[in-house]
């Protein structure tokens, strides 16, 4: 199969971030299997979803692993022009598909040079490590990273996530944190407002103290000009239908709230200090109504930022592969920062623009996709 025949599997396989993946892992494989791959699974509690990993080639240290994801974004709502689980070159020099980019160009780049890696007389070996549910959240980064550090008896050594970067070699992303906090009042005629507390009152405080929280950590120079915006951004996006109606004291509000660090902030901190904060404003409420009540609970898990210093050997290691010198930083959150914290030097690097990614028309170019079998292709010449 070539490589462009191994994507149109993979993305007649609708697989939705949160969905059991188990069509396109036996898909997988049974490819692996049929090239003589011995492979291993990471499965979720019930078995409706698994990790797949392999090493191919020789159990000693200093391995690389090339990772991805097997699930993708909805499609529910967009405009396609064409069916977004069949591959169709548009004629354009692009194949559209959901995942073409995002990112199973990647993926089928690794698949086909399979069977190379295998003939290869390899010096160091080569992992395949491929999860599921990271379009939800990265849920699997960090497990499947710690379960191939600990699996074999040699230590990988670096990670390559193969995350749509047009091929440019990217070493620092944001982390992202989503939590949703509930505020709990005491209701009564509004006229009262004074003798009673307001829940939607005290998450106001709460958000405006998230702002000013952001605003402080611009203004004591925690900045980082590879990021755009340049600091941790903390924000309030989603608040939810609260009180009953305008002359009633609301006794429930909820809200959600992001934190995007970069590498130099840590969410763990700033979500320190919001707890402070909360069980303070607790302590002044509760002299008016004893049941007030500010709850927290984590609602997208906290992803680490990347952030692989620029003489690491991984970085020399993907310009030789790639050919391209300059490196980059991106503001989403990826798998990377998880690789990165298990062990592993590691980069972003795979086929494909981001820009076309979680959109209607997906599409990678014939010529990315090219670019990415080649620089697999370059990794198993160099590995020999
Ligand atoms: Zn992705």
């Known amino acids: 199969m070539n490589v462009t025949e191994i994507l149109s599997k993979l993305v007649s396989f609708d697989v939705l971030g949160g969905q059991s993946n188990l069509s396109i892992a036996q898909w997988i494989e049974d490819y692996l299997s049929s090239l003589d791959i011995e492979f291993n699974n990471l499965p979720n509690e019930d078995g409706s979803k698994r990790c797949i990993f392999c090493r191919i080639g ?20 967009q405009p396609w022009n064409t069916d977004p689980f069949v591959l169709t070159d548009g004629g354009d020099g692009n194949l559209y598909a959901r995942g073409s980019c995002d990112m199973k160009g990647f993926l089928a780049s690794c698949l086909v040079a399979a069977p190379e890696m295998v003939k290869a007389k390899l010096k160091k070996p080569i992992y395949f490590a491929f999860s599921f549910d990271e379009e939800i959240g990265c849920l699997m980064g960090t497990p499947l990273a710690e379960k191939i550090m600990s699996f074999y008896d040699e230590k990988p050594n670096f990670a390559i996530i193969g995350e749509p970067s047009m091929m440019q070699p990217i070493i620092g992303h944001k982390g992202i944190v989503i939590y949703k906090t509930t505020v709990n009042g005491s209701a009564g005629h509004s006229s009262r407002i004074r003798n009673e507390v307001s829940a939607i009152h005290e998450a106001s405080r709460i958000i405006l103290w998230l702002e000013n929280k952001m605003n402080q950590l611009i203004e004591k120079g925690q900045l980082d000009n590879r990021f755009e915006p340049p600091h941790t951004s903390i924000h309030c996006g989603l608040f939810e239908k609260s009180g009953i109606a305008p002359n009633v004291i609301s006794d429930s509000a909820s809200f959600y709230w992001d934190i995007r660090v970069i590498p130099k902030d840590k ?71 998880q690789f990165s914290n298990a062990g592993f030097q590691t980069v972003i690097c795979g086929p494909g623009d981001i820009a076309q990614a979680h959109r209607a028309n997906e599409f990678i170019s014939k010529a990315q996709l090219m670019e990415g079998e080649e620089m697999i292709r370059r990794l198993v010449k160099k590995f020999e």
């Open 58 to 77: 020789p159990p000693v240290d200093g391995g690389l692993v090339l990772s991805g994801h097997t699930d993708v974004v909805p499609v529910k709502g």
């Open 267 to 337: 969410s763990s901190v700033i979500k320190q200090e919001f707890d402070e904060y909360c069980n303070a404003l607790i302590k002044i409420n509760a002299e008016k109504f004893p049941d007030f009540d500010i709850q927290t609970v984590e609602h997208h898990p906290d992803v680490p930022p990347l952030d692989t210093p620029d003489d690491l050997e991984i970085v020399a290691l993907i310009r030789e592969l790639t050919g391209v010198t300059k490196l980059g930083s991106v503001s989403y959150a990826a798998e990377a920062g």
